[in-house]
């Protein structure tokens, strides 16, 4: 390979990155800081009695959050370009243009497969970043946000960031995509995230004990996980934390009001309320 192909390689590749790296900042830009403006700013007020906390972080960990999505939005960049270049080489499956390819019966599937089986993709690598080992050396950065704000969406260690932009990869591996699938796949990702991250329940609680919502994350379900580590590793939805038994035993007491709830014995709940 001549210096001239060498560059030209080079160049498409870096333009394929900035292209990536863009759409990725941009879109925590509009998810994360759209749900800042949104609840922080243009709502918060009206939105007071549903803050799920007393304390309200520093603009000091709000830039520090934001210094850190913009890296992951790199590393997701990076990720991206090498995704693209297994579509285009037929390793991967690939992102397709015209739904009558695969009709809107797949074009359904494969929005509803790609969400749940991420939701199960992040459960069981947020687990494995718990791990003591792992936490301080791939985890650590996130949870310095102990009382996180919607710019903590991407505030992920660099080790994490690669972790979870392989999802995409691996699930192309495997499915073909359309294009507006991934687009509201992706959508859906930032915006759950921002949300989670966000302070505020901005849920109705009641769905918390629905039959058929309670199987969502609710607002206070994550923020109970930077609250206390060890417990609520969900994304989109609950139903993994339960079937492992890693969701918070007052989750549902803290989410509705109703101490009857908790899953702890009574005189573990007095004495946490009594120290």
Do not use: C
Request: glycine share 8%; aromatic share 16%.
């Amino acid at each position: 390979m001549d210096t001239s192909t060498f560059s030209t390689i080079v160049t498409e590749l870096g333009t394929i990155w900035a292209t990536i790296f863009s759409w990725d900042f941009g879109r925590y830009l509009v998810g994360g800081g759209g749900i800042f403006l949104l609840v922080w700013v243009l709502l918060g007020r009206r939105l007071q009695s549903r803050k799920i906390r007393a304390n309200t972080p520093k603009p000091k960990q709000m830039w520090a959050e934001f210094k850190a999505s913009a890296i992951t939005a790199a590393v997701f960049g990076l990720v991206g370009t090498i995704s693209h270049m297994g579509v285009t080489s037929g390793f991967l499956q690939p992102i397709y243009g015209e739904i009558s390819e695969y009709g809107w019966a797949y074009f359904l599937f494969s929005l509803v497969a790609v969400i749940v089986l991420h939701d199960a993709y992040f459960y069981w690598t947020h687990r494995l970043m718990h791990v003591r080992a792992v936490l301080k050396r791939a985890h650590y950065l996130h949870h310095r946000s102990h009382n996180p704000t919607p710019w903590a969406a991407y505030s992920f260690d660099m080790v994490e960031a690669a972790v979870q932009a392989a999802f995409v990869p691996i699930f192309l591996f495997f499915f073909p995509l359309h294009g507006l699938a991934m687009f509201l796949f992706l959508a859906h990702m930032i915006i759950r995230n921002g949300m989670g991250h966000s302070g505020y329940e901005l849920f109705p609680r009641r769905w918390a004990v629905h039959p058929i919502f309670g199987w969502l994350t609710l607002v206070t379900h994550h923020d109970m996980h930077h609250e206390n580590g060890n417990y609520n590793f969900g994304l989109y939805f609950s139903w993994w934390d339960r079937l492992m038994g890693t969701e918070h035993p007052d989750y549902l007491a803290r989410v509705t009001g109703d101490k009857a709830r908790s899953r702890q014995p009574a005189d573990v709940t007095e004495a946490k309320e009594n120290a």
